[in-house]
């Protein structure tokens, strides 16, 4: 749906010149929520401002739709545009203007009348769970109600992708699980596609499908989320993934702990997806007779599945021990017996 190739940035200053981003290519599914992480600098910005040619790129070709966006004439541009939403960190609202009048603001400029302009913001008003604040003003609104303004007025015209540059950067963790929820169900509701940029790990994880890594300008690393948690290829890469999943020091720990046992065996449960931990742990505490005791781990979900290790002790008669190993070995859940001292 959306085809980039080979798009480059290059900002020429008196001396100096900076490839923001480099030769870069890429494609984006329809209705795909496809998420861009990378460190500050890395150029990620650049990029997404590229796709509505807020920039004008240096080379390449951006084709969203069959259109081929970097060859056309500005009016053109100008209604290409309203296919594609945008919002961001700082929200960009108009800071004199109503909940409700920021949200009409698109669409006042597309030129729709104003009783069609009304219904349609409502209509917004209440998608995005603002129903009673559409006559405040931006400054009277939390953080997070704030992003939901942004979001309204970047769905006004009915956009077909959804650009996001660090849309939840600036609100703190509850508010921001909301927001990416509401990004989620939108996504659903309207099939929309969308583009979101994060130098966080866990805002990936949490709703994106597929991941690109970006480092110097470049796509470095990129693929289903659940594969790049399990087998990240690059440096930068292993520590996006370890903002989530904690660094292997941290993890060391468990050989200590795992001393003090004296019974049962010790087994190391690797997650990839699938499963959850909750219903596979349920599952043996229920059907076989044996205690299982979670000795130490870390699971993160993601839209594909579990992801992660746990550690546990199962501790029982030795036939039965057998049996949940055998069970699990069964399931997606990798396991490996680390220690046994049955
Ligand atoms: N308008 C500009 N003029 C000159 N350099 C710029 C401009 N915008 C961005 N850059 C440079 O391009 C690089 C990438 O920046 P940016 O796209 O903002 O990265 P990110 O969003 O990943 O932090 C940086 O080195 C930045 O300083
Ligand atoms: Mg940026």
Known sequence: MISIEGLSKIFTSNKSQITAVDDL??????????????????GKS??????????????????????????????????ARQEIG??????NLLWSRTVKDNIAFPLEIAGVPKTEREKRVQDLIDL??????????????????KQRVGIARALANN???????EATSALDPETTNSI????????????LTIILITHEMHVIRKICK??????NGKIVEQGEVLDVFLRPKQQVTKKFVE????TNDENEGINHLINTYDHGKIVRLHFIGETTNQALISKVAKEFTIDINILQGKITQTQAGAYGTLFVQLDGEAGEVDKVIDFITHTSVEVEVIRDAN
Do not use: W
Not at 25 to 42: C, N, P, Q, R
Not at 128 to 145: D, H, W
Not at 210 to 215: F, G, K, L, P, R
């Open 25 to 42: 290519t890429l494609d984006i599914k329809e209705g795909d929520i496809f998420g861009v992480i990378g460190y500050s600098g890395a």
């Open 243 to 246: 903002q989530v999943m904690g």
């Open 86 to 91: 945008m919002i961001f960190q700082h929200f």
């Open 46 to 79: 650049t990029f997404v401002r590229l796709l509505n040619r807020l920039e004008e790129p240096t080379g390449g070709r951006i084709i969203i739709d069959d259109q081929e966006i970097t060859a056309l004439n500005s009016s053109q541009l100008r209604l």
């Open 128 to 145: 995005v769970g603002l129903t009673e604040r559409e006559n405040a003003y931006p400054s009277q609104l939390s953080g997070g109600q």
């Open 210 to 215: 597929q991941v690109a890594v970006m480092e």
């Open 159 to 165: 956009p077909k992708v959804l650009l996001c540059d």
């Open 180 to 191: 990416l929820d509401l990004l989620v169900d939108i996504n659903q509701k309207l099939g």
